[in-house]
T-cell receptor, first 117, second 114 residues
């Protein structure tokens, strides 16, 4: 079974440009999450989809970030226009189980390393 | 306030020795789960071990064990018989029972020395 995949693995853009990151979750996983790790800091939650609906987007830094998950399959995260502080590694994760249990293993992709110059 | 704290930015361990990676957490939710992930240089995040707040015994998975001290709010990862392939970043994470997002620490970079 294929794991979570992300594309591209690396992206280098100039300030002001637009970048779109893609995440393909594990097939059948309704829950999809985006996280970001800025250099040297902790991995921070950005948002959570349940199928195509945004369940929680409390971690999105500002309105330059737009996430979509049309059809409830893959998701895209667009940054427009990109700023220097957006540089970091963007992780996507997916999970199947949701509910009151605290065990809800999230399967992570390899991340997209974004560098804004 | 930081929900997950990893105080060791970098650690070194001799091959075949055991090593403990520290993790403390902060939550008021009685139901929570603690996770450890390994991130090798390839970038993927590999799930290692899970401990639930109501679990009576410390979790173990092969060479990995979790030293869960609930009163101290610590969930240290113990790797026994270190191997060269254990060299990686290690992240401690928590999920609170009422939410879906994971809270991560800043990670510990482990280097295993031959």
């Amino acid at each position: 079974e294929a794991g979570v995949t992300q594309f591209p693995s690396h992206s280098v853009i100039e300030k002001g440009q637009t970048v779109t990151l893609r995440c393909d979750p594990i097939s059948g996983h309704d829950n999809l999450y985006w996280y970001r790790r800025v250099m040297g800091k902790e991995i921070k939650f950005l948002l959570h989809f349940v199928k195509e609906s945004k369940q929680d987007e409390s971690g999105m830094p500002n309105n330059r970030f737009l996430a979509e998950r049309t059809g409830g399959t893959y998701s895209t995260l667009k940054v427009q226009p990109a700023e220097l502080e957006d540089s970091g590694v963007y992780f996507c994760a997916s999970s199947q189980v949701i509910g009151p249990s605290s065990y809800n293993e999230q399967f992570f992709g390899p991340g997209t390393r974004l560098t804004v110059l | 306030a930081q929900k997950i704290t990893q105080t060791q930015p970098g650690m070194f361990v001799q091959e075949k020795e055991a090593v403990t990676l520290d993790c403390t957490y902060d939550t008021s939710d009685p139901s929570y789960g603690l996770f450890w992930y390994k991130q090798p240089s390839s970038g993927e995040m590999i799930f290692l071990i899970y401990q639930g707040s109501y679990d009576q015994q410390n979790a173990t998975e092969g060479r990995y064990s979790l030293n869960f001290q609930k009163a101290r709010k610590s969930a240290n990862l113990v790797i026994s018989a270190s191997q060269l392939g254990d060299s990686a970043m290690y992240f401690c994470a928590m999920r609170e029972g009422t939410g879906n997002q994971f809270y991560f620490g800043t990670g510990t970079s482990l280097t295993v020395i031959p």
